[in-house]
């Protein structure tokens, strides 16, 4: 029997992932995000998390007060 496997989904050249404190009605909440992203030859560390700190911001606005408590970039491959 054969699988009909799909061919595998182009993802960027790095994965990353943020965790963010923010304060709401209820009180404090943890959220997260992640993805995977190219960035520029040129960028640092710092510019990538920047860049990708506005860009989720921009589609979760109610985060543009919290707090950043974590932030990791890696290769992505295993």
């Known amino acids: 029997m054969t699988e009909n496997v799909d061919a595998p989904i182009e993802q960027g050249s790095h994965?990353?992932?943020?965790s963010f404190l923010t304060h709401n009605a209820i009180g404090l909440s943890a959220e997260e995000r992640n993805g995977h992203w190219?960035?520029?030859p040129e960028m640092s560390r710092f510019?990538?998390?920047t860049e990708i700190r506005r860009q989720v911001?921009?589609?979760?606005p109610?985060?543009?007060n919290?707090?950043?408590i974590s932030f990791d970039m890696q290769p992505n491959r295993i």
């Open 15 to 18: 994965f990353w992932h943020m």
């Open 38 to 40: 190219t960035p520029s």
């Open 47 to 49: 510019d990538a998390m």
């Open 57 to 60: 911001v921009e589609t979760n």
């Open 62 to 64: 109610y985060l543009v």
């Open 66 to 68: 919290a707090v950043m």
